[in-house]
């Protein structure tokens, strides 16, 4: 029976519902009426209702029939039991049918059949993977000039990759990728001329390369080593040089709407570093090297999305890759301490000269950005790169203002009022009594622009209301101004 078949009792063209603030009959039905239609009406009401004029019906067909409404409790008939259902459970069952009960079954053990992959199923998904990459690149080269002629098999392609993704709770079985010699394939895929074929290999490394992936059950040396060899394989294989390609390639600026896929590839490509980074540092380094990652990085920093200061979410990506790379290998932090990047950085900064950061995730980009250059600084070529492009100034500018960038900016002068750290020495550094002779040059640029007047602030921490809050949130900016 249709529940919507309980609601439609109707008489003629207008609906019988009697009860407050509901349309009523223009003229009620005499007793005599609702004798006839088999209604028990008591002594009470039939002084009332024989008062009453005898009400005009309609034609012979129309009936009335009692509802919950119209009716007491003791007055309904034996079909009339709104209680009958309720304990028949229709109100408390699921109210599906076996049928459909079948159907919830059937997808619920679907969504199990990732946990059981294995060998044999990864050698099929790379079979299924191979056919649809050769029928699409037939179809291109067939249809070159009728791009719906091809899409079908473009669609298949890339259901094929994204059906690789489970593999990311198994990666125990990652060596069959390199043992069916798959992972050529993918790095072909990554220069697809459909950029949604090459996001899809992204989010497929970067989902096994995750540190989910990886340490899901807890972290197990096995199979973290298995994903080390693939991503030594991937190596191997010239990967990171077509993702740094391909990172060239896409357009993630903030102001186009059609660009929100892009800019989705862009972060899962900072991802994948990111994962490198949690895996193994030595990882990092020569996927960066590779990817030329450092220069798309300065460039990323120094571009201006919607003005002089904003900054998006990719940019604040960027600012936290730079920090955590130069600070995890050595190599990368002595090839990048020149001016370029020292240059993309102060630039940055210098956009906080007379305004403090807006909220929380603008706070994280200027701290990435001042401990990135705290790192440079430690390099001998850092702190000459910073002293030439006035970045003592910018200091004096930053601590002239009564907010958090006062207290930031006395990281960096910590750092560059010190001795440079041995890990970032080259093995052929010039004279110690050069590194000397920055710092010294350092120290009175900053006392000549009167930089010494905010240091003081600092440490009898001058300021009201919120500025003294800030006191409390960095404690250790007491004794960054007393070394």
């Known amino acids: 029976m249709d529940i919507n078949d309980i609601f439609k009792e109707t008489v003629g063209s207008t609906t019988l519902n009697v009860g407050k603030g509901k349309r009523r009959l223009a003229d009620a039905p005499s007793l005599y009426e609702l004798k006839e239609r088999g209604y028990a009406v008591g002594d009470k009401n039939e002084h009332s209702m024989q008062t009453s004029k005898r009400p005009k019906l309609g034609t012979k067909d129309t009936k009335i029939e009692p509802s919950a409404d119209n009716i007491e409790d003791g007055d309904k008939g034996e079909g009339d039991s709104v209680g009958d259902d309720d304990e028949g459970g229709r109100f408390f069952s699921d109210g599906l049918s076996t ?23 990864v050698q099929r998904l790379v079979s299924r993977l191979e056919r649809a990459m050769s029928k699409n690149t037939e179809d291109r080269i067939r249809h ?22 489970p593999l990311a709770n198994s990666v125990h079985l990652l060596h069959v990728l390199d043992d069916l010699e798959a992972i050529p394939t993918l790095v072909e895929l990554l220069a697809h001329e459909n950029e949604d074929i090459s996001l899809d ?26 994903v080390v ?6 190596q191997r294989n010239e990967f990171f040089e ?4 391909n990172l060239r390639r896409l357009d993630d600026n903030a ?39 450092l220069d798309w990085l300065q460039m990323r920093l120094a571009k201006d999305s919607r ?20 600070q995890t290998s050595p190599e990368i932090c002595r090839a990048a301490a020149g001016p370029p990047l020292m240059e993309s950085l102060l630039k940055r900064l210098s956009g906080y000269r007379k305004r403090v950061p807006e909220d929380a995730a603008e706070i994280e980009f200027v701290e990435n950005i001042i401990d990135a250059v705290c790192v440079l600084v430690s390099t001998p070529q850092g702190k000459q790169a910073f002293e030439m492009l006035e970045g003592v100034e910018l200091l004096v500018l930053m601590q002239k203002q009564q907010g958090i960038c006062r207290l930031l900016s006395l990281k960096i002068l910590d750092y560059a009022l010190s001795p440079p750290n041995a890990l970032y020495r080259d093995k052929d550094a010039a004279d110690i009594d050069a590194d000397v002779l920055t710092q010294k040059s350092i120290a009175k640029r900053y006392v000549d622009n009167m930089g010494l007047k905010y240091l003081f602030y600092v440490l009898i921490r001058r300021g009201k209301g919120s500025v003294k809050k800030l006191y409390r949130d960095y404690p250790e900016s007491d004794e960054r101004a007393v070394s």
């Open 99 to 121: 049928k459909q009960k079948g159907v919830l079954q059937w997808v619920d053990s679907a969504e199990d059949v990732e946990d059981s992959i294995d060998k044999t199923t």
């Open 144 to 165: 070159a000039q009728s791009p719906l002629d091809f899409a079908e098999s473009e669609a298949d392609l890339d259901e094929a990759l994204r059906a690789l993704v």
């Open 201 to 226: 290999v992204i989010d497929f490394v970067n989902e096994l390369t995750a540190m989910d992936a990886w340490s899901q059950n807890g972290e197990s040396q096995e199979v973290r080593q298995a």
């Open 229 to 234: 060899q693939f991503v030594k394989a991937l």
């Open 242 to 245: 077509a993702l740094g390609e």
């Open 255 to 293: 102001h186009s709407e059609y660009n929100q896929d892009d800019a989705s590839g862009v972060a899962k490509t900072l991802d994948i570093v990111d994962n490198l980074t949690a895996l193994d540092p030595a990882l990092a380094q020569p996927a960066a090297v590779s990817m030329k990652l």
């Open 307 to 326: 003005g002089a200061v904003s900054v998006d979410s990719n940019q604040q990506y960027a600012a936290e890759i730079t920090a955590v790379l130069l």
